[in-house]
């Protein structure tokens, strides 16, 4: 069992992790992660949403460290409202993605804002989202592009299209073949193109050099394909219960599931004294 000391970091993926079924932190966590803070682990948030539609929970659990979000490409300061980096994917790809998608569901992410389809079937869990916010916090348009968005210079980290057609499917893996990454849900429920050479665990490495603390010394709690970058990078990968399969395989500590505050579990088995 390693000791105290040995923990330096913590890196939490929202949902499917730290976010319950109802997109919510449940309260041991929330103690757990203000124990954490107390005993001078850094405690960072590492997402695939826009920060936009993450700054909330940074403000929930009274955190100050940046946080990562669009999966890595971007390392956003809440307590500045400043984006630290941004890493777009290439412009030409992004036009072609979005002619592709046409009629279809998906949004997309840049340095401003998120944007939404017009058919975008699961817009409700942003709105869920944004009616808990406060005037604190930043908070997306939950719109559609501006008009002539084409025409400039788009500068996108990462688009999801939501449950993507056959065809589209096809189109996108020749567009982003070998130019940017794809990630296809093994149902095909979604398709996620993401800033190639930029990911979780390159950001977490980014941050890690930057602050001077050691990836081997640092635990990550997350679920899914976009994870998985992360929990190879550090020390300590936990898994939920409910995590996918190939990212319980990278797993050190498989934890409870996501609505049985899984970071508790995952310290109170690893770094006990850390809750004394």
Not at 77 to 85: A, K, L, S, T
Not at 106 to 135: E, K, L
């Amino acid at each position: 069992m390693k000791g105290l000391c040995d923990l330096k970091a913590v890196f939490l993926d929202l949902d499917g992790s730290l976010l319950n079924s109802q997109r919510q932190i449940g309260e041991e966590d929330r103690r757990t992660v203000a124990r954490l803070r107390e005993a001078g682990v850094r405690v960072h948030i590492a997402t695939g949403r826009h920060y936009r539609l993450a700054a909330r929970y940074h403000r929930e659990l009274g955190l100050e460290l940046p946080f990562l979000a669009s999966d890595g490409a971007v390392l956003y300061h809440p307590g500045q409202r400043q984006v630290v980096f941004a890493h777009p994917m290439p412009a030409e790809v992004i036009r072609d993605i979005l002619r592709a998608a046409a009629g279809e569901e998906f949004y997309f992410h840049d340095v401003a804002d998120a944007y939404f389809s017009p058919n975008f079937g699961r817009m409700g869990v942003w709105q869920d989202y944004a009616a808990g916010c406060g005037p604190q916090d930043l908070c997306s348009a939950l719109s559609g592009p501006p008009e002539g968005y084409l025409a400039g210079e788009p500068v996108m980290m990462a688009i999801m299209l939501h449950l993507p057609s056959p065809g589209l499917l096809a189109e996108l893996k020749e567009i982003c073949r070998g130019k940017v990454p794809l990630f296809v849900h093994p149902e095909e429920r979604i398709a996620i193109a993401s800033a190639p050479g930029w990911d979780k665990g390159r950001g977490a490495a980014w941050l890690a050099e930057a602050e001077g603390f050691s990836l081997r010394d640092t635990l990550a709690l997350g679920d899914a394909g976009n994870d998985l970058p992360l929990l190879r990078a550090v020390g300590w990968p936990v898994v939920p219960q409910n995590g996918e399969e190939e990212a319980k395989a990278l797993a050190r500590f498989i934890t409870t599931d996501h609505d049985n505050n899984p970071l508790t579990a995952a310290i109170e088995a690893l770094f006990p004294e850390l809750l004394r």
